[in-house]
């Protein structure tokens, strides 16, 4: 046999861990908290075993038990008290992820990232205000400049308590640009904003959804959220969010998405974050269940292939088994 190059030499024990090309560290990893004004004892969310939507009374002893598997950062989603027509609590200085960012952010070491959406807020469920109630749900629009106005405001409010980073989810366009402007004029030029610069209308939210509370109660988000198909958009997006002063670049969802990842990755040189979303954790956790997959290595395999792809950090639901492990 004449084999010069055999790979496999450097596939055994000792040597295989030496030339590993990815790691996976906890301090990678940012992990989902959901806290829920309307709540007043911890509800278990049924689509994504193991999280919780917690009631702000707890919110600093759940930030603390992910601080103990060594994931040092969270995002915050918040489900409020109420819902209206235009989100007024997302940017309510008691708001539930204000008053949760005061107090995580005066009892423990956490790095906290908020969700600047109004999709939790609106009694509709859209991430922004609508264009004309009266229409019908095929005609449905969100204003985009309208909405920027309010995205400022809660991104302020959320500086305000206390946010390290805040991180809006809407997709409307100009959104960091706009945000970027408030947060200054407001005197928080210190904040980084990190973009969901590209994110998918993707029905692997589907579990979120439950979560958050923030399913749109009619028509859909295809008019704001990039369609599934498209892969150069990715990078026209990401551009623009760049031009606007965006710090971190978000992919989401992630593993479906490692190409867009990958391609950010080559064209730019911030960090790229990706969102291993709901539906990605609640599918292993379902197979899991039938016996059919072993949960701890394909968590484990699913979150080193996004680093792989080019991603930096990655928020996920995994956050904490994973880090706990590592
Ligand atoms: C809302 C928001 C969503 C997610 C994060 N922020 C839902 C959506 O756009 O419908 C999804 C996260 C997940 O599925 O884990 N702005």
Excluded at 20 to 37: M, Q, R, W
Excluded at 86 to 101: I, L, N, S
Aim: glycine share 6%.
């Amino acid at each position: 046999m004449d084999i010069t190059d055999r790979p496999r030499r450097l596939r055994r024990d000792g040597i295989r861990g030496m030339v590993s090309e990815t790691d996976v560290c906890p301090e990678d990893l940012i992990a989902p908290v959901f806290v829920d004004a309307t709540a007043d004892e911890r509800v278990e969310i049924e689509s994504m075993p193991g999280h919780e939507r917690v009631p702000v009374d707890e919110s600093v002893a759940r930030v603390e038990e992910v601080l103990e598997t060594g994931v040092e950062s969270v995002v915050l989603f918040g489900i409020p008290e109420s819902k209206d027509e235009r989100g007024t609590r997302a940017w309510a200085d008691d708001g539930v992820v204000q008053e949760a960012t005061r107090r995580v952010k005066r009892e423990t070491d956490a790095y906290v990232i908020t969700d600047v959406c109004l999709c939790e807020y609106t009694s509709h469920g859209h991430c922004g205000i609508l264009e004309d109630h009266a229409q019908s749900a095929a005609r449905l629009t969100v204003e985009n400049d309208e909405t920027l106005d309010l995205l400022g405001k809660i991104a302020v409010s959320h500086a305000e308590a206390g946010a390290d980073m805040v991180a809006p989810s809407g997709m409307m366009d100009g959104t960091v640009g706009a945000i970027r402007e408030a947060l200054d004029d407001e005197g928080f030029s210190d904040v980084p904003i990190m973009s969901y610069a590209a994110k998918y209308e993707s029905a692997f939210y589907g579990p979120f959804r439950d979560a958050a509370d923030g399913a749109p109660a009619f028509g859909d988000r295809r008019h704001y959220q990039m369609d599934p198909a498209n892969r150069r958009e990715a990078l026209r997006e990401v551009a623009l969010d760049v031009e606007q002063g965006a710090d971190v670049l978000m992919v989401k969802p992630a593993l479906p998405y490692l190409d867009v990842v990958s391609d950010i990755r080559e064209e730019f040189d911030h960090p790229v974050a990706a969102y291993n979303v709901s539906g990605e954790y609640a599918m292993l956790h379902a197979a899991a269940e039938k016996g059919w997959l072993d949960l701890e290595s394909v968590a484990l395999e699913s979150l080193v292939s996004i680093k792989r792809a080019g991603a930096d950090l990655i928020l996920t639901y995994f956050a904490e088994d994973v880090a706990e492990r590592l």
